[in-house]
Nanobody, 117 residues
């Protein structure tokens, strides 16, 4: 079955950096657009970033543009989110997701990112 497993979350001070990774299995990874979403306590899940199958096209939420970068390695079935200049408002559970055509069909279990002042 399809599995998406996130790692790399943790506690960091404001201004610091974290790198999240997502390892995918059970799917033809190169055929999926991959995305990162996050959900803060009491808020709805929101889009953070996505990367198309070939890695050439990337998208970012306005709130993270210029601070986050996304990359993928189709040979290793992994997608990463490099998060720099972190702010307390970036605190959330971060989820990796896979999109074959129009919807994100598969989701990971999430990894907690906490940014302290």
């Amino acid at each position: 079955q399809v599995q998406l497993v996130e790692s790399g979350g943790g506690l960091v001070q404001a201004g610091g950096s974290l790198r999240l990774s997502c390892a995918a299995s059970g799917l033809t990874f190169s055929k999926y657009r991959m995305g990162w979403f996050r959900q803060a306590p009491g808020k709805e899940r929101e889009f953070v970033s996505s990367i198309f199958r070939n890695g050439a096209d990337t998208y970012f939420a306005d709130s993270v543009k210029g601070r986050f970068t996304i990359s993928r390695d189709n040979a290793k079935n992994t997608v990463s989110l490099q998060m720099n200049s972190l702010k307390p408002e970036d605190t959330a559970v971060y989820y990796c997701a896979a999109n074959r055509s129009s919807n994100y069909d598969y989701w990971g279990q999430g990894t907690q990112v906490t940014v302290s002042l």
